[in-house]
């Protein structure tokens, strides 16, 4: 189903998380009220999935949430809605409370499991708090997404993939679908301050690809659903980054970094059998999957790409060719 963001950014935050400014990710100056979103909804042509993204959605007012709920009602038939919000902000109650609407996903801004990154980020709960958060959620039925994200100050790629492993074994056979972002270094953050004075210093786009690729490659062996890596590119967004590994194709790039890491897993030395909808992967961004491959195997890219069978979606073999 179609999308339909509405920003609400950092709205109702518990508190700032150091890395974060919403606004300028968002690039949303005026917070869209709930008779806002009724009007953009009732003239719709067909139903729509409504996402309230940005900002800390069940941290509203009882009554300012509900309004915002109610709205989506004026949206087609079959229209449902996701929102992200914090894990600070999901009880019991507050989940009842979302059971009459059409809730298609409930999105948690997780960051990370880790206690000690969680600290210095500021973002007020433990891990132990969230995973509880997260089961509850998963016990009431709802669908659930965690945000992740890599890079973050004190924080190792050991503990992303443990945070990993920690929410495969809390959500057992339950479907559950990732997010995962690279932290950048926004301009008026207090992120940006640490690393004007040294005290942080954020990942480059080549370590980044490495860690998202092979938590993208655990991830779906644990088996969880990726829905997104890398933030949505916008004009605010890349005025606002200072420092950081930004890049507009991050997701494709990781994407490949997965597929060279699921290869070399089934065949180090190949030759390796690829579904032809993959192609782009291995040749895109100068051959960037093909180089990897090369690299990781010890073969040269000449070697790697006479290795390389692609099949089309039935298994036909060479129904695509290397372009
Ligand atoms: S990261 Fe999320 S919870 Fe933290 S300030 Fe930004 S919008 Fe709010």
Known sequence: MQRLPFFLPMVRCPRRCVYCDQGEITGIGRIPSPEDVARALSSLDGPREVCYFGGSFTCLPPDRRTAYLSAVLNAPKGSTVRFSTHPECITGQVLSELAPYPVSMVELGISSLDDSVLAVCNRGYTGRLVLD????????????????????????????????RRMAAMKGAAPMTLRIYPCLVLENTPLARSHASGSYSPLSVDEAVLWAGRLLHEARHLGFAVQRIGLQESESLARSVIAGPHHPAFGELAAAEALVWSLLER????????????????????????????????????????????TSAGGAKGAAALP
């Open 133 to 164: 958060t997260m089961a509850l959620v998963l016990a009431r039925k709802f669908a659930l997404c965690a945000q992740m994200m890599i890079g973050l100050p004190g924080q190792t790629e050991e503990s992303s993939r443990e945070d990993l």
């Open 267 to 310: 065949n180090p030395e190949g030759p390796w059998s690829v579904d032809g909808t993959l192609v782009s992967q291995l040749t895109g961004h100068g051959k960037y999957g093909i180089r990897r491959l090369a690299e990781r195997s010890g073969l040269t890219v000449r070697a790697v790409e006479e290795r390389l069978v692609f």
